[in-house]
């Protein structure tokens, strides 16, 4: 899905430098998803999950870009969780 605005590119942007993170390579929003939670420790991932999960419930946001990150998120946390037990 393309970054829908450049608001939103920013965001992104500023998201990925603020945690160390790969920036944006391309215009879509899947590929730079994955790629962030690819980067991101175990923690993170955990603290991130609730907090799209809730702005996901609480219809915060562009509700595409949120599914699509909170896709990501939840394989990555189901991988971390089989790992750990």
């Known amino acids: 899905m393309k970054i829908p605005s450049e608001s939103c590119l920013q965001a992104m942007i500023h998201y990925s430098e603020f945690y160390n993170l790969t920036p944006p390579l391309t215009n879509d929003f ?18 991130l999950y609730l907090a799209v999960n809730a702005a996901l419930n609480k219809g915060l946001g562009c509700q595409r870009l949120v599914s699509i990150m909170f896709q990501e998120l939840q394989k990555r946390k189901l991988e971390i969780e089989f790992y750990v037990t």
């Not at 730079?32 to 420790?41: H, R």
């Open 30 to 47: 899947r590929d730079w998803s994955k790629s962030v939670v690819n980067e991101m420790g175990d923690r993170e991932i955990h603290l």
